[in-house]
């Protein structure tokens, strides 16, 4: 009789709940849960997701609300202010968005060996996520590989989860999901019984990868023939090779890939236009620069300043690229200006040219 007039003082949570809910939180959202939807968002700051109900048996809270913050990184601040991030659900016109939620999603699960663990719900988890190589951000060559819309999209969003709001308290719950899961039995007798047998989703974890000895990233799961030797980041100095990721650290010649690898033969400023386009606003002009009496077209005077003009987001004189498949060009590349000769591919600036624009990590 007296266990039934106790009065709990406390609940029982799941712990990989609470950890994404407290991430949620840090991040300026607020989790709820509904019977009315499978997942959605009020554009005011709150997640809804569907009560335990209507979840799959392979989903958890943990990974709706993963997959939901993969979401807002996608689509930045804009799409939090809109009611589903913005995105339209009823037809396939934003499908490349969702694919790079998915891409960012796999991306980061990868960093402590989550991957298959926070696989997405509903049909995503058979049709797409499996088709995600060892590098997610990579499309296949036919469909334009690095510069494949999603793919830009999800290194832009990685950029934004490297940002001081998100990167400590995604880092954390992604840490301390794993750190459960280090500890979580992969498999147990009662998995076996029971009429269904389903294999517990936890078996589906693997270890963590190691932190690449540059300490900037975790190590990839790439063929040997992938490592610093033959990414686009390194380069030789004394005593040694060096990253443009960390410069300070000596690296061995047979170092192993990290999670930012780029294959040093697609360093092509064909393929880029990085630096022509959004991701610097002006390039200044001497007087004594050929292009300002060739060229007038192309220059803008402001008082005593020059600068070359733009069409919106890009320098006026680049041209193509309005396709993956399609390269870029220079239409004044003779009559370049010094601030584009002195440019140098595979440069630090470079390397922050191609982030800005979501190329490279």
């Not at 988890?125 to 494949?148: H, I, N, Q, Y």
């Not at 490297?162 to 498999?187: D, F, K, M, N």
């Amino acid at each position: 009789m007296t266990a039934f007039l106790r009065q709990p003082h406390h609940r029982y949570q799941d712990p990989l709940a609470r950890i994404w809910i407290a991430c949620a939180e840090n991040v300026g959202f607020r989790i709820a849960r509904s019977s009315e939807v499978y997942a959605s968002t009020d554009g005011q700051g709150t997640i809804l997701i569907g009560s335990d109900d209507l979840l799959d048996p392979d989903d958890s809270l943990a990974q709706m609300i993963f997959h939901e913050l993969c979401h807002a990184l996608v689509e930045g601040e804009a799409g939090e202010a809109q009611v589903d991030w913005g995105l339209d659900n009823t037809s396939n016109r934003h499908l490349w968005r969702e694919h790079a939620c998915l891409r960012l999603q796999a991306y980061l699960a990868d960093g402590v060996g989550l991957r298959d663990f926070f696989a997405p719900t509903t049909d995503f988890r058979v049709k797409f996520w499996p088709t995600l190589g060892d590098d997610p951000m990579t499309a296949p060559s036919d469909r334009g590989g690095r510069r494949e819309p999603s793919c830009v999209a999800a290194r832009l969003a990685a950029w934004r989860a490297s940002q001081p709001r998100w990167a400590p308290h995604l880092q954390a719950a992604l840490a301390a999901t794993a750190a459960i899961a280090g500890v979580v039995p992969r498999h147990i007798r009662s998995d076996d019984a029971g009429e269904e047998r389903m294999t517990s989703l936890w078996s589906t974890v693997v270890p963590p990868p190691p932190l690449h000895p540059a300490g900037h990233a975790a190590v990839a799961r790439y063929p040997a023939d992938k490592g610093c030797a033959s990414c686009a980041w390194s380069y030789v100095a004394r005593q040694g090779i060096r990253c443009r990721h960390a410069p300070k650290v000596r690296l061995a010649p047979d170092a192993p890939a990290c999670m930012r690898w780029e294959p040093a033969k697609d360093l092509d400023c064909l393929t880029c236009g990085a630096c022509c386009r959004e991701a610097y606003q002006a390039v200044e002009l001497s007087t004594r620069e050929p292009l300002v009496r060739l060229h007038p077209d192309l220059v803008v005077v402001a008082g005593k300043r020059r600068k070359l003009r733009r069409d919106g987001e890009r320098c006026a004189a680049l041209t193509g690229g309005n396709d993956p498949a399609q390269s870029y060009a220079c239409r004044i590349y003779e009559d370049r200006p010094r601030t584009c000769r002195d440019f140098t591919p595979g440069s630090a600036n470079c390397l922050d040219a191609r982030r800005r624009v979501g190329l490279s990590l």
